[in-house]
T-cell receptor
Framework: AQSVTQPDIHITVSEGASLELRCNYS??????LFWYVQSPGQGLQLLLK??????LVQGIKGFEAEFKRSQSSFNLRKPSVHWSDAAEYFC???????????FGKGTKLSVIP | EAGVAQSPRYKIIEKRQSVAFWCNPI?????LYWYQQILGQGPKLLIQ????????DSQLPKDRFSAERLKGVDSTLKIQPAKLEDSAVYLC?????????????FGEGSRLTVL
């Protein structure tokens, strides 16, 4: 069964600083991995996804994520954070034998001006 | 293109009362999901529809929750009777359903507070 863990509940960074949000996964075969963002008062939006191939995945809003099989990780990164990036970020993967997404508990990002 | 519409946005009820949430997915999307998001947790799937048929409702508390998607378009999620632990945001999502891509399109959610 595929599952994801987000170790950090809350992260605070200064505007302009770099960002890395952690996601660890457990799975039985080739993983499908996703990052979604939930801005205040809004629904979740897909940032990027990994199915196979290139382990560095580019997404929207300047985000990228790197799949590292050796570390069972799929961390989300952004070189320079903007105040509008303040939101909650969810890592997700399909559950066992299904194409239904199971979400991590989320990491809340606060941005200091 | 219009997004996923949900209503009401907010609802406050007392325990043992009933409540219903409505969702209108993106036009043409065959698959519709209802998720429950409790404060501090990630969304948890309650039920998945493909057109007007249920694909998976294994995590739906069927003694109090029900959902339908008549005519394969909009959907209603009902809770009767509500419990305190049902306080959460109820998210509706849809996807085209032709080929699975993992991209779900979410509505803004309906926040339920049970007193």
């Amino acid at each position: 069964a595929q599952s994801v863990t987000q170790p950090d509940i809350h992260i605070t960074v200064s505007e302009g600083a770099s960002l890395e949000l952690r996601c660890n996964y457990s799975y039985g075969a080739t993983p499908y991995l996703f990052w979604y963002v939930q801005s205040p008062g809004q629904g979740l939006q897909l940032l990027l996804k990994y199915f196979s191939g290139d382990t560095l995945v580019q997404g929207i809003k300047g985000f990228e994520a790197e799949f590292k099989r050796s570390q069972s990780s799929f961390n989300l990164r952004k070189p320079s954070v903007h105040w509008s990036d303040a939101a909650e970020y969810f890592c997700a993967a399909p559950g066992a034998g299904s194409y239904q997404l199971t979400f991590g508990k989320g990491t809340k990002l606060s941005v200091i001006p | 293109e219009a997004g996923v519409a949900q209503s009401p946005r907010y609802k406050i009820i007392e325990k043992r009362q009933s409540v219903a949430f409505w969702c209108n997915p993106i036009s043409g999307h065959a698959t519709l999901y209802w998720y429950q998001q409790i404060l501090g947790q990630g969304p948890k799937l309650l039920i998945q529809f493909q057109n007007n048929g249920v694909v998976d409702d294994s995590q739906l508390p069927k003694d109090r929750f029900s959902a339908e998607r008549l005519k394969g378009v909009d959907s209603t999620l009902k809770i009767q009777p509500a419990k305190l632990e049902d306080s959460a945001v109820y998210l509706c999502a849809s996807s085209p359903g032709r080929v699975w891509t993992g991209e779900l399109f979410f509505g803004e959610g309906s926040r339920l507070t049970v007193l």
